[in-house]
């Protein structure tokens, strides 16, 4: 009998996927990339260079090409700044010929306001001789109160000034009396009606010429507001308010304080913080109010008719006394 041998067992088929796995272990790189890597590395090997020189020969040319941008745009740039600074032709000759007219004009009108000036004075003094010449002295005294009084010629002798400051903002407070109850006025902040109180208060007490920073007021002057600024006669005004009034001190200040004006400052100072201060000098200088236009003139049946008399009863059209016209 022959001997029956047991043949091994048959290998188990490989799965597929088993197959997929040992080829990416076995070969990672995909035959086509590892194919150009050997034909690059063939052909530095045939140029004597490794595989990077192409790129290391490239960069420098990079370089230049970068700096030769920058400088260019940098040459661009200046040449732009140098074209707009470059001051227009014939420009300086119109600014100095410009320069030269205000000079010429601003040299004309003070000559023109000397003249005036100097006019003025010789007809002052011609209506005062003749005033005198004529024998009546009581009349060309009274020409030179009215003078005074209408603010036509500067005045000065002893008065009182009132200055008057916006609050700072810490110092603002409400409580007691407020004399601004029935308006929306910004607190602690100056108002043209303030001033115009104030005003009114001195002409009460008796006050024989008063001003506002520098600024005579007159009968027909007048006390208004722009926006925040305070105007007299048209003409903004500055903090601090300094009004100043000619008159005895003494004698102003106690009539002015027992009046309604002096509670009302009283008030402004303690319930908004509006910084008040009363001084009393004993030479204050207030110029004159400027030229005044005639409009009508009447002469009093009390005084003699004469060609010198009408001078002394000049009085604006609409006209009204100082309390009246700061209202």
């Known amino acids: ?30 035959p086509a990339y590892a194919h150009a890597a050997r034909r690059r590395e063939r052909a ?9 020189a192409g790129v290391v020969h ?9 700096v030769l941008v920058a400088v260019l745009c940098g040459w661009v740039v200046s040449r732009g700044v140098s074209e707009l600074r470059r001051p227009e032709p014939g420009q300086d000759a119109r600014r100095s010929e410009l320069e030269h007219e205000i000079s010429r004009r601003t ?57 008057l400051q916006d609050a700072r903002p810490a110092e603002s407070q409400v409580g007691g009396f407020d004399p601004r109850a029935s308006s929306s006025a910004d607190d602690g902040r100056v108002l043209d009606r303030d001033l115009q109180i104030v005003v009114n208060g001195l002409w009460a007490a008796g006050a024989e010429a008063v001003a506002i920073n520098g600024r005579r007021l007159t009968t027909l002057s007048a006390i208004r507001a722009a926006g925040a600024a305070i105007l007299v006669d048209f003409r903004p005004l500055v ?12 004698g102003l200040q106690t009539q002015f304080g027992s009046q309604y004006a002096g509670s009302y400052l009283q008030s ?22 400027g030229a005044f236009q005639l409009r009508r003139a009447a002469v009093p049946t009390a005084v003699p008719t004469g060609p010198a008399t009408s001078s002394g009863t000049v009085r604006p059209t609409g006209s009204t006394t100082p309390t009246e016209a700061q209202q």
Do not use: C, H
């Open 239 to 250: 903090p601090p308010y300094k009004v100043q009034a000619i008159g005895d001190a003494s």
């Open 268 to 289: 402004l100072r303690d319930n908004y913080g509006v910084r008040v201060a009363f001084t009393a000098a004993t030479d204050l200088r207030l110029p004159a109010a």
């Open 107 to 163: 040299a004309a009108a003070d000559a023109e306001q000397r003249t005036i000036q100097e006019l003025r004075s010789r007809i002052a003094a011609a209506q005062q001789s003749q005033l005198t010449s004529s024998g009546d002295a009581q009349l060309a005294a009274r020409v030179q109160q009215l003078a005074l009084t209408t603010g036509e010629l500067p005045v000065r002798g002893p008065g009182l000034e009132i200055s």
């Open 1 to 30: 009998m022959v001997a029956m041998t047991a043949r091994p067992p048959a290998r188990p088929p490989v799965d597929a996927s088993m197959r997929l796995l040992r080829e990416i272990m076995e070969q990672p790189l995909d």
């Open 58 to 66: 490239a960069r420098p040319t990079t370089a230049v090409l970068i």
């Open 44 to 52: 530095a090997a045939r140029d004597g260079s490794p595989g990077s």
